[in-house]
């Protein structure tokens, strides 16, 4: 089981905004990371650090933390979005994951 | 551009050792740590452990009994093996590269089942 939680779902209508959060201790300490995993491909990387976006990962994605919480937001969400989405972070023995956030878009 | 390429046997007996290796290109193993992380059927992602390229280790303590990872760098590869695997250890198997924090490039992923 995870040290990281995050709620299980999550809808959004099509060009609205959805915020998914990961909390747990680990968050107080080190900067979470955010995965986008769809069906059949590798997770990719979409936020990083305080508030960090590889380079091809669309601007509507953005990044906030507070204590034990950190928080991936899409503005402006596209059909593409839809899909599990993880948060991560170190912790003392390497790192964790969250539970996932399946975003359905409407 | 970095690619990474996981390879192995996809099918694993119960009490055997799983073995994969996670070819590189595109950017020398060395300076940075990489990473192995799975995937079972319908769970979440968890991280396996993460080797540097002098060979220093970490290991998520649940695994740490049963795994090993290992680092190649003449063939700019790192292998991964888990020993007396069940079948909760089924799943999709990633390398990444791990640059201390974040995973910023995948391979493909490796389904490897466990059955007797």
């Known amino acids: 089981s995870s040290d990281l939680t995050q709620d299980p779902a999550v809808s959004v209508a099509l060009g609205q905004t959805v915020r998914i959060t990961c909390q747990g201790d680990s968050l107080r300490r080190y900067y979470g990371s955010w995965y986008q995993k769809k069906p059949g491909q590798a997770p990719l990387l979409v936020i990083y650090g305080k508030n960090n976006r590889p380079s091809g990962i669309p601007d509507r994605f953005s990044g906030s933390s507070s204590g034990d919480t950190t928080s991936l937001t899409i503005t402006g969400a596209q059909a593409e979005d839809e899909a599990d989405y993880y948060c991560?972070?170190?912790?003392?023995?390497?790192?964790?994951f969250g539970t996932g956030t399946k975003v359905t878009v409407l | 551009q970095v690619q990474l390429q996981e390879s192995g046997p996809g099918l694993v007996k119960t009490s055997e050792t799983l073995s994969l290796t996670c070819s590189v290109s595109?950017?020398?193993?060395?300076?940075?740590?990489w990473s192995w992380i799975r995937q079972p059927p319908g769970k979440e992602l968890e991280w396996i452990g993460s080797i540097y390229d002098t060979g220093s280790t970490r290991y998520n303590p649940s695994l740490k009994s049963r795994v090993s990872i290992s680092v190649d760098t003449s063939k700019n590869q790192f292998s991964l093996k888990l020993k007396s695997v069940t079948a909760a250890d089924t799943a999709i198997y990633y390398c990444?590269?791990?640059?201390?924090?974040?995973?910023?490039?995948w391979g493909q992923g490796t389904l490897v089942t466990v059955s007797s």
């Open positions: 595109g950017a020398s193993i060395g300076t940075t740590y």
């Open positions: 990444a590269r791990d640059l201390n924090e974040i995973f910023d490039h």
């Open positions: 991560s972070t170190r912790d003392s023995n390497g790192y964790v």
